[in-house]
């Protein structure tokens, strides 16, 4: 489906009747959210989670159920009942995610899973129409305001570091596509996907499409976006930094770059992890790759070429957003990102100690999507709108998200008791 497509679809949504789905169509489409204060988001995330909990209850007898067990009342909840809510993502693993849906899920929307790199089931999770919207809206915005401007409509071109059939699996492929066709900005995937039917994951089967990078390359449209994993552009740095000085002339010939310019607001957007790559710390990747792609701001000043990284899962709705040297991992003003204590998953509040990431998205409407991805991160505060920043440090090891799933309560056991009934 086509951005217009799915905004039609979004549109004719029974659920928009609901006042609780109606306030965030509404919510989700302000970009003054950005400029509001955090105490103020906060309490609005507080009063979101009161009534998505109710909105819940009120659609899947599961959720009622549920919070009735937990002794939780959507009236009074607090951010800390979340931590009995949330579910690790290994349970949204094959057809895991089908369990957590509302009784009346609406049809018509897609699936999208994760890359399966990790030799497991991938996550698969469900996204209905006026998910899909949500997911563009929200997802543009946040963007739009860690990037520093709007992205002007029909203006500039964009190179995926990916093949387009992935655009109907992964979520973060999927968001980009959507929100530039809404803007009219043109994508060219820079890769092909081949031997479909060989072993590997979908990224162990992708090869560069020469003629469409070149096609990027060579366009004098700004700005110029590069979507990439950080090993793409790492490799090609890297490629530069090895040729002789004769090569380096030739290929200049021949495709102008280096260096690579992408003009005025033109930026490096990274994601998707190292996926099998051996890669230096990300610092390192961003001091070699600005010897070889260049950028101007939005008045037409030289500056270092802008790098935005983006901490993305099939599980969430949104991503979380930095920008290099100028903010940390910073989630949508709706998302409420909590950390648990590595040792005793308990709420953590204290700033600067690793923690076991949460997230919380009120904004979605199929399925209460609170979950733990397996992450740990650190806190800090930050001046944003959000009044924290969170840095990335790594991945739960094997044993660790297995301590995860043993540790978590709430949803987790609810799950395990329905398996022990049906058994019985």
């Given at each position: 489906?086509?951005?217009s497509?799915?905004?039609?679809?979004?549109?004719?949504?029974?659920?928009?009747?609901?006042?609780y789905?109606?306030?965030?169509?509404?919510?989700?489409?302000?970009?003054?959210?950005?400029?509001?204060?955090?105490?103020?988001?906060?309490?609005?995330?507080?009063?979101?989670l009161?009534?998505?909990?109710?909105?819940?209850?009120?659609?899947?007898?599961?959720?009622?159920?549920?919070?009735?067990?937990?002794?939780?009342?959507?009236?009074?909840?607090?951010?800390?009942?979340?931590?009995?809510?949330?579910?690790?993502?290994?349970?949204?693993?094959?057809?895991?995610?089908?369990?957590?849906l509302?009784?009346?899920?609406?049809?018509?929307?897609?699936?999208?899973?994760?890359?399966?790199?990790?030799?497991?089931?991938?996550?698969?999770?469900?996204?209905?129409?006026?998910?899909?919207?949500?997911?563009?809206?929200?997802?543009?915005?946040?963007?739009?305001?860690?990037?520093?401007?709007?992205?002007?409509?029909?203006?500039?071109i964009?190179?995926f570091?990916?093949?387009?059939?992935?655009r109907h699996?992964?979520?973060?492929?999927?968001?980009?596509?959507?929100?530039?066709?809404?803007?009219?900005?043109?994508?060219?995937?820079?890769?092909?996907?081949?031997?479909?039917?060989?072993?590997?994951?979908?990224?162990?089967?992708?090869?560069p499409?020469k003629?469409?990078?070149?096609?990027?390359?060579?366009?004098?449209?700004?700005?110029?976006?590069?979507?990439?994993?950080?090993?793409?552009?790492?490799?090609?740095?890297?490629?530069?930094?090895?040729?002789?000085?004769?090569?380096?002339?030739?290929?200049?010939?021949?495709?102008?770059t280096?260096?690579?310019?992408?003009?005025?607001?033109?930026?490096?957007?990274?994601?998707g992890?190292?996926?099998?790559?051996?890669?230096?710390?990300?610092d390192?990747?961003?001091?070699?790759?600005?010897?070889?792609?260049?950028?101007?701001d939005?008045?037409?000043?030289?500056?270092?070429?802008?790098?935005?990284?983006?901490?993305?899962?099939?599980?969430?709705?949104?991503a979380?957003?930095?920008?290099y040297?100028t903010?940390?991992?910073?989630?949508?003003?709706?998302?409420?990102?909590?950390?648990?204590?590595?040792?005793?998953?308990?709420?953590?509040?204290?700033?600067?100690?690793?923690?076991?990431?949460?997230?919380?998205?009120?904004?979605?409407?199929?399925?209460?999507?609170?979950?733990?991805?397996?992450?740990?991160?650190t806190?800090?505060?930050?001046?944003?709108?959000?009044?924290r920043?969170?840095?990335?440090?790594?991945?739960?090891?094997?044993?660790?998200?297995?301590?995860?799933?043993?540790?978590?309560?709430?949803?987790m056991?609810?799950?395990?008791?329905?398996?022990q009934?049906?058994?019985?």
């Open positions: 489906m086509s951005s497509e799915i905004f039609k679809r979004a549109s004719e949504s029974k659920l928009l009747g609901d006042p789905v109606e306030k965030v169509w509404e919510l989700i489409g302000d970009a003054s959210l950005f400029r509001k204060s955090p105490d103020f988001l906060e309490s609005l995330r507080r009063d979101l009161r009534s998505s909990l109710d909105f819940f209850r009120r659609h899947s007898i599961y959720y009622a159920q549920l919070f009735e067990r937990l002794q939780i009342d959507p009236k009074s909840a607090e951010f800390a009942d979340l931590a009995k809510l949330a579910v690790p993502a290994d349970m949204l693993r094959g057809d895991g995610h089908k369990q957590f509302i009784d009346c899920v609406e049809p018509g929307g897609e699936y999208f899973m994760s890359s399966g790199t990790t030799g497991k089931d991938p996550v698969k999770v469900y996204r209905s129409p006026l998910d899909l919207a949500i997911m563009i809206k929200a997802n543009t915005y946040l963007f739009e305001s860690v990037y520093g401007s709007a992205l002007q409509e029909g203006k500039g964009a190179l570091m990916a093949a387009p059939e992935l699996r992964l979520s973060f492929v999927a968001f980009v596509q959507l929100t530039l066709d809404l803007k009219r900005i043109e994508l060219i995937y820079g890769m092909d996907l081949v031997q479909e039917d060989a072993a590997g994951s979908q990224w162990q089967k992708l090869v499409n003629e469409r990078i070149l096609k990027f390359l060579k366009s004098k449209a700004e700005p110029k976006l590069l979507f990439t994993a950080p090993a793409g552009v790492y490799l090609l740095s890297e490629k530069f930094e090895k040729m002789n000085f004769l090569k380096r002339i030739m290929y200049k010939l021949v495709t102008g280096p260096p690579i310019s992408l003009g005025r607001g033109g930026v490096i957007v990274t994601g992890g190292t996926k099998g790559y051996d890669l230096p710390p990300y390192e990747i961003v001091s070699l790759s600005r010897k070889y792609f260049t950028a101007k939005l008045s037409g000043t030289d500056v270092p070429v802008p790098f935005m990284d983006v901490l993305g899962m099939t599980e969430t709705l949104t979380l957003l930095d920008k040297g903010v940390n991992k910073i989630p949508h003003p709706l998302s409420e990102v909590f950390l648990l204590d590595p040792k005793t998953y308990e709420v953590m509040d204290e700033d600067g100690k690793e923690g076991v990431l949460g997230i919380f998205n009120p904004f979605v409407t199929s399925w209460l999507e609170t979950f733990y991805p397996g992450d740990l991160v806190a800090m505060p930050s001046k944003s709108y959000y009044g920043e969170f840095k990335y440090v790594r991945r739960f090891t094997v044993e660790e998200g297995w301590g995860l799933q043993r540790a978590c309560g709430g949803t056991e609810e799950m395990m008791r329905r398996g009934a049906r058994s019985e």
